[in-house]
């Protein structure tokens, strides 16, 4: 069964890079898995920040694209997620999430980690 | 964007209860919309997906109906374990968005 880990860095300064990490095991990264960052804020609700592909191809929440990068490193079996220019509005809890099945589960995110908390504060 | 509005916000109830939680879309997403369980500290757990299908494991006292841009979770005959924190998603197209979520306590 697979499992997601995420890892980050705890703290990060304003105006700085966020770099989350989520670790894939027990299981492949199938050609049809599309992996997705999510995240919840303090007091808020969870924000879909965008997913990449089994190929790299990747898609990006509006809102945030200007300061992302998701990519995947399948010999690592881990998938990254970059934030720039962070404010203390990216303080949050960040996961990872399995996606990608449009046909029966029409892409519900069937696997997710447990998240990695990220406080962006100087 | 598709905006999802999810009520209540919060819910008390007791064991043994059947409660029902409500998404509405901003537009029709064709039940490309699941439901999940959030306890504090956990993973989420997908209960529902394509609005009304069971996922593999999850407990058949969950349900979900609906079709077009309103949806629905229920829960019947409430368990101890039930109290946690509840949100749908629609995947019909990005950015995919979440419901404000429902917080089930016990009464």
């Known amino acids: 069964q697979v499992h997601l880990q995420e890892s980050g860095p705890g703290l990060v300064k304003p105006s700085g890079t966020l770099s989350v990490t989520c670790a894939v095991s027990?299981?492949?990264?199938?050609?049809?898995?599309?992996w997705n960052w999510v995240r919840q804020s303090p007091g808020k609700g969870l924000e879909w920040i965008g997913e990449?592909?089994?190929?790299?191809?990747?898609t990006y929440n509006p809102a945030l694209k200007s300061r992302l990068t998701i990519s995947i490193d399948k010999s690592k079996n881990e998938i990254s997620l970059k934030v720039n220019s962070v404010t203390a509005a990216d303080t949050a809890v960040y996961y990872c999430?399995?996606?990608?099945?449009?046909?029966?589960?029409?892409?519900?995110?069937?696997?997710w980690g447990q998240g990695t908390k990220v406080v962006v504060s100087s | 964007d598709i905006h999802v509005t999810q009520s209540p916000s919060s819910l008390s109830a007791s064991v043994g209860d059947r409660v029902t939680v409500t998404c509405r879309a901003s537009q029709n997403i064709g039940d490309y919309l699941s439901w999940y369980q959030w306890k504090r500290g956990t993973a989420p757990k997908l209960l529902i997906y394509g609005a009304s299908n069971l996922q593999s494991g999850a407990p058949s006292r969950f349900s979900g109906s609906g079709s077009g841009a309103i949806y629905s979770l229920t829960i019947t005959n409430l368990q101890p374990e039930d109290f946690a924190t509840y949100f749908c998603q629609q995947t019909y197209s990005t950015p995919y968005s979440f419901g404000g979520g429902t917080q089930l306590e016990i009464k």
């Open positions: 999430a399995r996606g990608g099945d449009y046909g029966v589960l029409k892409n519900a995110l069937d696997v």
């Open positions: 027990g299981g492949s990264m199938r050609r049809s898995d599309w």
């Open positions: 990449v592909s089994h190929s790299g191809t990747t």
